[in-house]
């Protein structure tokens, strides 16, 4: 009798008591299901194969695997297309199909189409209809071949954005010129914490229990000190097939969290990439089993939170001289701090207490190499006299359209009164 070989632990089919029961392969169905192998010569090495085979109740063999990763290029111009959107949290993403009569390149070449908002929270039953519009497509690494997620923003039928749109306002600070000329950076790193389906503790952590203090976990390697990375290297794969920026991603300091950075993107595409890139891990970890959460501070005690630390720059910040024009910007940020950190996400008080590698949220810092500031500038920043400046005070629910427009609204498009610049410069050290 063959032997199935089985998934990793975090990668099992959940299989309901009552449908189906996992069981052995017969020599028989074995040989069927290699059947195309043996008439091709090629049966050589069976252990490149991985099969998963369940036997239903009516005793035949499940393969709806096959038909998922179904190619179907060979026989239709048609296309499927998943639009996606962000609910009425602010956070949670929702997403539906439909089919396009053949491949397209732009989001333009798409329709638009609607939702019932009243079960989304974004609109009254008695007049529910909320209008999608396209706005970024990558490739659907879930479905292949040339089909496409489709990144969309939220109108009224009579074409106003609705409250939760937050794109649409970026998009008008991103399209003014004075930003357009100024060509933002944003490497956006984008920290979350994987949890135990039903006991909602963390992913490695015994139930009910505590691991090991923080320390050999960051970056961490080996089954004690790394949990869950088989689903970030999915991601990782995944977010490069769609064609999202991802430059790389490692193990965070508390056991169960991981990082991934996204970037650099410039303007609104950063929002775009962030938000598809965490659709695509709401995707993964479906399958896995595992359960995803930006809350900034999954667990209470001494445990580092989950951040999402936006590094940002502008043309002139990285020519010569830049430094003092970063040191001007720390300055707006500094005036800002409490409109900032009201918009950086929900729950960040639990964050940033002035411990775990963060400030305090009622005092604005800055300082170089310093992450327990509000705003990190990089040695080799001041060293070259040009670069960028890190804004660690987003948690990492933060929605990115906000965070990347309100950066580049309050560095580059609003002016303090000459009172508040003369009042702070000393205060925080900065010749300016």
Not at 21 to 46: A, E, I
Not at 114 to 124: E, F, H, K, L, M
Not at 306 to 311: D, L, V
Not at 339 to 355: P, V
């Amino acid at each position: 009798m063959a032997q199935i070989l089985a998934p990793t632990t975090q990668w099992q089919m959940r299989i309901t008591k009552n449908s189906m029961t996992p069981s052995l392969v017969t020599t028989k169905t074995w040989s069927s299901l290699l059947l195309k192998q043996k008439k091709s010569g090629n049966t050589k090495s069976l252990s490149k194969f991985r099969v998963y085979a369940l036997k239903s109740e009516n005793n035949t063999i499940n393969r709806l695997e096959n038909l998922l990763n179904l190619d179907i290029t060979p026989y239709t111009d048609k296309i499927i297309a998943e639009y996606i959107w962000i609910g009425g949290s602010g956070i949670d993403l929702r997403s539906k199909s439909r089919t396009i009569p053949r491949p397209v390149e732009h989001p333009s070449e798409l329709p638009k189409w609607n939702y019932d908002g009243s079960s989304t929270g974004q609109a009254p039953g008695e007049d529910s209809e909320v209008i999608l519009y396209p706005q970024a497509i990558f490739k659907d690494p879930f479905r292949g071949g040339n089909n496409i997620l489709v990144i969309c923003d939220t109108y009224t039928p009579a074409g106003e954005p609705i409250p939760t749109n937050k794109r649409a306002r970026a998009a008008e600070i991103f399209s003014n010129q004075k930003v357009i000329n100024e060509v933002p950076w944003y490497g956006i790193e984008q920290e979350y914490t994987l949890m135990q389906t039903n006991v909602q503790w963390p992913l490695g952590w015994p139930v009910g229990g505590y691991p090991g203090p923080q320390g050999p976990y960051y970056c961490g390697v080996g089954a004690d000190k790394s949990f869950g990375r088989d689903i970030s290297d999915a991601h990782y794969k995944a977010c490069l097939y769609a064609g999202i920026n991802i430059s790389g991603t490692n193990g965070e300091v508390m056991p169960g969290q991981w990082e991934y950075q996204v970037g650099p993107s410039v303007g609104i595409e950063a929002g775009d990439h962030i938000w598809c890139s965490r659709y695509l891990l709401e995707r993964i970890t479906e399958q896995a089993g595992v359960v995803l959460t930006l809350d900034p501070k999954p667990i209470e005690g001494d445990w580092n939170g989950a951040g999402c630390h936006t590094n940002y720059s502008t043309k002139s910040m990285r020519e010569e001289g830049g430094f003092e024009v970063i040191k001007k910007a720390i300055l707006n940020l500094s005036l800002r701090h409490k409109e900032h950190i009201s918009a950086y996400g929900e729950g960040n008080e639990r964050r940033l207490t002035g411990k775990h590698e963060t400030a305090s949220i009622t005092t604005f810092s800055w300082g170089v190499a310093n992450r327990g500031c509000s705003i990190r500038v990089g040695r080799a920043t001041e060293k070259q006299g040009k670069g960028y400046l890190e804004d660690r005070r987003p948690a990492s629910n933060m929605d990115p359209y906000i965070v990347t427009s309100l950066l580049a609204e309050t560095t580059i498009l609003w002016e303090p009164t000459l009172e508040a610049e003369v009042l702070l410069c000393s205060k925080l050290a900065l010749k300016v």
